[in-house]
C-alpha cells in the first residue's frame, strides 16, 4: 500500500470521540454511569443505593441493543465497535460490581477475596466464551447470562432485612459463588432481552425495585 493510499485510509478512519454521538454507545455508557453509582455505593455501604444503580445498569444495557436494532444506516464498524463497547462494560457491571459488593458486605475480610475473584473470573471466561461462539443455535445463551446476575441479587438483598447481619452474609457469599457457577456451565438459557414482553417485565421490575430501595432509603 502507497504512503499516499494510507494517508487517505487514516482520514477516513473515524475518531474515537465520534462514537459517543451514537446513541446505543450514549446508553450503554450511561448503564457504565449507573456501575460506577452502584460500586461507589457499595463501598461507603449504602446498599440500597448500590441496587437501584446495579438494576438500572441491566436496563441501559438491555436499551442499547434493543435501540440498535432499530436504527438505520449504522455499519458494521458502528455494530462492532458497540459490540466490543458493551462487552467491556458488563465486565465491570456483572463482574466487578457484584465483586466490590460482596467485599464491601464482608468487610473486605480477606476470606471474600475468594468469592470475589470467583465472581469476577467467571465473568471474564463468560463474556470471552460468547465473543468467541455467540448464541448456541443462534437463539441461546451456553450459561447464565451475566446480566441475570444483577436481576437476582438485586432481589436477594432483600431478604437483609429479614434475617440476620451473620446469616444475610452466608447467603450472599453463596448466591455470588452459586451464580458464577452458573454463568459457566453448560446450560441452555433463552436471550430474554429479544423478547418485546420481557422488555416491559425488566422495565416494571426496574421500576419496582427502584421504588423499594428508595423507600427503605428514606426510611
Known amino acids: 500500500m502507497s504512503i499516499e493510499n494510507s494517508t487517505v485510509q487514516e482520514s477516513q478512519q473515524p475518531t474515537i470521540l465520534s462514537?459517543?454521538?451514537?446513541?446505543?454507545n450514549l446508553l450503554?455508557?450511561?448503564?457504565?454511569?449507573?456501575?460506577?453509582l452502584a460500586i461507589y455505593y457499595s463501598i461507603l455501604g449504602v446498599y440500597s443505593i448500590a441496587m437501584i444503580g446495579m438494576v438500572w445498569a441491566v436496563a441501559f444495557d438491555w436499551a442499547d441493543g434493543l435501540v440498535a436494532r432499530k436504527l438505520k444506516g449504522r455499519t458494521a464498524t458502528d455494530a462492532k465497535f458497540g459490540g466490543q463497547l458493551d462487552v467491556l462494560i458488563d465486565i465491570v457491571s456483572y463482574g466487578v460490581t457484584p465483586a466490590i459488593l460482596?467485599?464491601?458486605?464482608?468487610k473486605f475480610e480477606p476470606i471474600f477475596l475468594v468469592g470475589?475473584?470467583?465472581?469476577?473470573?467467571?465473568?471474564a471466561i463468560r463474556l470471552s466464551y460468547f465473543s468467541t461462539y455467540g448464541l448456541?443455535?443462534?437463539?441461546?445463551?451456553?450459561?447464565?447470562?451475566?446480566?441475570?446476575?444483577?436481576?437476582?441479587?438485586?432481589?436477594?438483598?432483600?431478604?437483609?432485612?429479614?434475617?440476620?447481619?451473620?446469616?444475610?452474609?452466608?447467603?450472599?457469599?453463596?448466591?455470588?459463588?452459586g451464580l458464577a457457577i452458573l454463568n459457566v456451565s453448560e446450560i441452555k438459557t433463552a436471550?430474554?432481552?429479544?423478547?418485546?414482553?420481557?422488555?416491559?417485565?425488566l422495565a416494571t421490575y426496574t421500576l419496582g425495585i427502584t421504588a423499594v430501595?428508595?423507600?427503605?432509603?428514606?426510611?
Open 19 to 24: 462514537y459517543v454521538k451514537d446513541i446505543p
Open 28 to 36: 450503554s455508557l450511561a448503564g457504565l454511569a449507573c456501575t460506577l
Open 102 to 106: 460482596l467485599l464491601s458486605y464482608g
Open 116 to 123: 470475589a475473584f470467583i465472581m469476577m473470573a467467571a465473568a
Open 136 to 177: 448456541a443455535e443462534g437463539t441461546k445463551y451456553t450459561g447464565l447470562a451475566l446480566d441475570n446476575n444483577s436481576l437476582i441479587l438485586v432481589s436477594i438483598f432483600l431478604l437483609e432485612a429479614l434475617v440476620s447481619n451473620g446469616t444475610f452474609t452466608i447467603i450472599l457469599y453463596l448466591s455470588g459463588v
Open 191 to 201: 436471550k430474554l432481552s429479544g423478547n418485546p414482553r420481557n422488555v416491559w417485565l
Open 213 to 219: 430501595y428508595s423507600w427503605k432509603l428514606l426510611n
